[in-house]
């Protein structure tokens, strides 16, 4: 069975501040990977895709960025946290481009 | 753009009833998944539905790619199906999801 893990839990980082998220898929091989975010009262945005290692699609501009070092594995990144970064970060993944996408527990972060 | 509109934004049924709720979008959609948010947060899948209608229990979801909208059924209502549920639609011309604003169910005595 596919497993998928998130790091950390939750984060209180200053603005400013350098922030990796990271994401693990175990039992699958090749997954597609995706990162959302949902500010506090807002509403789920899908952040990034990656369908091969190495390769990562942009879909919304926040500053973020995301690496795809391992086949099994999502960093989402900044080098600068800004206050509207807070919110909660959720990884999904799926087989291929036509199947249900199946999401990772998140990381609740706070930026003061 | 690719947008969902989801209704109603919260719903209260008694025991044993049922209701339904509705996403609406802008663009013709590829696929629709509806969710239940989890107590931390994280979402739970419910169905998955390129075309047609799945039903699972007392649920049932139907998607309609022609004329752009989804609906979850609950029938016969229980305490434990009170949460938040979200559609999320797949678009057909990118890798883009776009997900519902929410639906909070609360189910009453």
Known sequence: ?112 | GDQVEQSPSALSLHEGTGSALRCNFTTTMRAVQWFRKNSRGSLINLFYLASGTKENGRLKSAFDSKERYSTLHIRDAQLEDSGTYFCAAESSNTNKVVFGTGTRLQVLP
């Open chain 1, 1 to 112: 069975a596919q497993t998928i893990h998130q790091w950390p839990v939750a984060e209180i980082k200053a603005v400013g501040s350098p922030l990796s998220l990271g994401c693990t898929i175990k039992g699958k091989s090749s997954p597609n990977l995706y990162w959302y975010w949902q500010a506090t009262g807002g509403t789920l945005q899908q952040l990034f895709y990656s369908i091969t290692v190495g390769q990562v699609e942009s879909v919304v501009q926040l500053n973020l960025s995301a690496s795809r070092p391992k086949d099994d594995q999502f960093i989402l990144s900044t080098e600068k946290l800004l206050l509207s970064h807070s919110g909660f970060y959720l990884c999904a993944w799926r087989d291929y481009n036509y199947a249900e996408q199946f999401f990772g527990p998140g990381t609740r972060l706070t930026v003061l």
